[in-house]
């Protein structure tokens, strides 16, 4: 079988950021699966062709981009971000691991990128500069149960929260609900973070704190990093404040 | 103020993925300090300096480059990695908080790198697939009693674990007692990912299981990746295993 697969991150947004080698998959695809806004941020050489799809349809995406691959094609399927990050990489193993057998045996690649968390904490300082984790607010996928142990879980055990998907018109409570149920764990005066989308024409980050927080401030392209009672907000002269978790617990109690 | 400091992320070793926004940010600098390994990656241009420095020397290394920038010079910072996660971006902006009041009118950016837990588990599928949490195992800046509590919390509520840090000469046991630990909370035969210097030329990957995990088989330069009760290790007739986490949770019960 000469076919081959390869997942590519495209970043955040700014081909800035798009690393070489997702540039040379890209340039070598025949044809290119993903999300069309995705897609539209790739300039298709001549020969290529792409196959746009709606957001949420990404195991039928995957499936179809498997099954082109199959017979021979060099596909190529695009995720924002890194895709291995609540994106596309999952979708398409899942999709071989479900598929005809022969799927198996396809060449299968995947060009990890700049995910959105650590782009929006590098443009604010280093908030993810101690353990932290990553958490999708989806219930598509989970229930909210589950959401609602994993934040109690990271907050008490003193892990940084970078929330992903945080709000969509299907979801319109869960983020206004993970702010309230996170004040019971965490002082009122942890910084939080609203990164949308960062590195494009549109960015806007918002600096503020868990009690100020306000979940409609937030959309699908926006990333949320939580802090921890560590987390500091720094004041600069110049109007550009710094928010950082310090490397070593406890490093400002004296 | 004219001198500027940039923190630069060089990603997981290979130029293939290093930004080009780092590149840039590289070749701009007057002078570029870090850990000499690092250094070592980077070509020089005509005029540029260097200031190699061991590890562990992170707040020292940061002052001395913060200094440098408050006198007028366009100082980088590297990182490998990400320098937002366990590396230099909270410890300028420590440095900095720390410092003279001066240093907080500088000019600060942070470039992102693609750390390593996304290039180990783009090496392998997509065991990051689901909600995920990235841990040191360092016990120089925490008590091991806080390792072990997170460790615990983040087992029990389904993250899976990302290890930076698992193990160096002066720190000898700690991952061999992550191990301990976290089988009493995950399933034996859940996937251990050791990825050792990926994107490298020395580049070496091992999957085993969390029962058969050796903690011997890690260095610094590995980034170890565990997963949960639902990753999935799939083989494949081309021997090149996938192993992924379903998007869904309860992906595979029927």
Redesign the interface.
Known sequence: MSGKLTVIGL?PG????????AT?ALQAADVLYGYGPYLDRVSLRTGQRRQASDNGE?IDRASRALAEAAEGTNVAVVSGG?????AM??????A??RGPGAW??L??S??????SM??V???V????????????LSNN???WA?VE??LK??A????VIALYNPISRARPWQLQRAFELLRGYLPGNTPVVFGHAVGRLDERILITTLEAADGSGADMATCIIVGTSET?H?A???G?P?V????????FNT
């Open positions: 970043g700014s081909v800035a950021q798009l690393t070489p080698e040379e990404e890194d895709p291995g990050v609540f990489a999952a979708a398409v193993c899942e071989l691991e198996r045996d060449e299968l995947i060009v990890p990128g700049i995910t650590l782009a904490a590098a443009r300082g280093a908030p993810l500069g101690h353990d932290f984790c990553a958490l999708s996928l989970k229930p589950v142990q994993r879980a990271a008490s055990a003193g892990f500091r720094l600069r002269p110049n550009t710094l950082y978790t310090p490397r070593s617990l406890g490093a």
